[in-house]
């Protein structure tokens, strides 16, 4: 399977040019492995055995019909998932190769490694931008006095928002478009230095132009961060990832390169999802 | 393949594309077959027939365009069903270059009647057949996706070929030792060289099925080395 994501073949196996070589991945960022891993609400299985290799650098696509996991999935993997009453996992998953669920491992340390971008831009209500975008240092106590400044403009910058917001960093987050909202959010979630980041479906609640600048920060932050996308939207998940997985019923189906993918998946079950023959 | 759009009338607009493409292959197949009837009865009549039949599939081919056009836009088709599209969209000039060709026969039929019969045509009426049949037998496997029905196809292109070469060479013999028929000659040397073409386009139909029906590309590779093809596993 690895050979094959690292091939980046499209149906033909042949193509090249700017639509193979559009994504930049970075060789050396943090990989994720799940293995034999499993997820419960309470009696319910949520999760069945998900066995799967998160490439480092790259962006990955989680993709499957509503309810099938996606969301648990993901939030799996930096230990969001046992916050719920009632939510167990168990199973392997490693970061670069060390097992989060280990005894040693501190979920509030982890969750800095691992950042999570949601669904509807949450910046916080009672702050301004700036203060959101140092919200996640502050909480965790790591802001040093003098570095805010900056930590403020790069995080921005990297999430494309600095030229819009940079005379306004007083202004409260809420008062921003919902786009602007995301890439706020994104930028929080970029200022704490994570290695990845998880977004659950972070354009669906956003207009076309909105989503295309989330798409084309995607682009640029693939090769600096391992990102995971979970999203309802096929033609975006072709769009913006290296990988993609179908997930099903709890189960991965099929986990691929996102050009063979979407133009000749394997399984039948990816090809009835992804050609509408659901339901 | 048995799965159904949930969409049916995504479902409808795919099965109309597939029925249109296949109409289309079968009005230049037509056109095939009454230019060579024309060439073997030497009717001129039939041939001027063979020629306004071009117009019919001259508009096929924009009118598939547009509809491939309309459902990538409209449908953002993905895995079989952008296969499907994305070869229908090619299949379409593989199809007007056989009906061009077709008429590129008839026209010759005009030049032979100005000269005396020749007497290899059977000859070519029998090469004809085989173009046609394996021509519908790559319409066949398009119909219903059917890839052991396009291998043969592909298979079956040597035939032609053979066919062509000794037609070729009886031509070239007869016209060097008879120098009064080198016109005539000629003519039925390029027929034969339009149908063996128009076999060719028959194999470009039969290899776009097995794309679509199992996303494998055998195009400038042979059937035998498809097995160390695009991505091992
Ligand atoms: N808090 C909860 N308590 C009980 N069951 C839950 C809870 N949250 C989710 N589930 C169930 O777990 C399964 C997986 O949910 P999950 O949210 O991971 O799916 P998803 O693939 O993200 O779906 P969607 O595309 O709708 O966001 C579903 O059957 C869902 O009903
Ligand atoms: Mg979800």
Redesign the pocket.
């Known amino acids: 399977m690895e050979s094959e994501q690292e091939q980046e073949a499209g149906a033909l196996g042949m193509a090249s040019g700017s639509v193979l070589r559009g994504l930049p991945t970075g060789a050396d960022g943090t990989s994720i492995e799940a293995l034999g891993l499993n997820a419960y609400?309470?009696q319910?299985q949520?999760l069945r055995e998900v066995s799967m290799k998160i490439r480092g650098g790259c962006v990955t696509a989680v993709i499957?019909?509503?309810?099938?996991?996606?969301?648990?999935?993901i939030r799996c993997l930096n230990r969001m998932h046992e916050l719920?009453a009632g939510a167990r996992v168990t199973g392997r998953v490693a970061l670069d190769g060390q097992d989060i669920y280990a005894p040693t491992v501190d979920p509030a340390l982890l969750r800095r490694r691992v950042g999570m971008v949601f669904q509807e831009p949450n910046p916080f209500p009672t702050m301004n931008i700036r203060d959101n975008v140092l919200s996640g240092l502050a909480m965790t106590g790591r802001l040093a006095a003098g570095q805010a400044d900056e930590i403020v403009e790069r995080s921005l910058r990297a999430a494309a928002l600095w030229e819009e917001v940079r005379d306004k960093l007083k202004e409260p987050g809420l008062g921003l478009s919902g786009g602007q909202q995301q890439r706020l959010c994104i930028a929080r979630a970029l200022a704490v230095e994570p290695d990845v980041l998880l977004m659950d479906?972070p354009c669906s609640a956003l207009d076309p132009i909105a989503t295309a600048r989330i798409e084309e920060l995607i682009h640029t932050l693939a090769g600096k961060f391992t990102i995971v996308i979970?999203t309802?939207n096929m033609q975006q998940a072709a769009r913006v990832s290296h990988d993609t997985a179908f997930?099903l019923g709890?189960a991965l189906v099929e986990l691929a390169p996102t050009n063979r993918l979407f133009t000749s998946p394997r399984d039948s079950r990816t090809e009835d999802y992804i050609t509408g023959k659901f339901g | 393949m048995q799965r159904r759009h949930t969409d049916s009338a995504f479902e409808a607009e795919l099965s109309e594309l597939c029925e249109r493409l296949v109409l289309m292959a079968e009005r230049a197949a037509v056109m095939v077959e009454t230019s060579v009837s024309a060439l073997v009865a030497r009717d001129t009549v039939q041939a001027r027939q063979t020629l306004a039949l071009d117009a019919r599939v001259n508009r096929d081919e924009l009118e598939l365009d547009e509809m491939c056009l309309l459902l990538l836009a409209k449908r953002q088709p993905m895995a079989s069903d952008l296969r499907l599209i994305a070869v229908v969209l090619k299949l379409v000039t593989d199809i007007e270059r056989i009906a061009d060709l077709a008429k590129n026969v008839a026209e010759r039929v005009l030049d032979l009647n100005a000269e005396p019969p020749v007497r290899e045509m059977e000859d070519v009426a029998q090469m004809c057949a085989l173009v046609l049949e394996i021509y519908r037998e790559s319409i066949a496997a398009f119909a219903t996706l059917d890839v052991v029905k396009a291998r043969t196809v592909i298979e079956r292109d040597d035939e032609i070929d053979a066919a062509y070469h000794t037609l070729f060479r009886s031509m070239l013999l007869q016209m060097v030792s008879d120098t009064a028929t080198v016109e005539r000659g000629i003519h039925v040397q390029s027929v034969v060289k339009y149908l063996e073409r128009i076999g060719d386009h028959a194999t470009n139909l039969a290899e776009h099925v097995i794309f679509v029906a199992e996303g494998l590309d055998v195009r400038h590779r042979g059937l035998a080395s498809q097995e160390g093809g695009s991505d091992g596993q």
């Not at chain 1, 509503?66 to 999935?73: D, I, L, N, Q």
């Open positions: 609400y309470g319910k949520v499957g019909p509503s309810g099938c996991g996606k969301s648990t999935f719920g479906e979970v309802h997930f709890g």
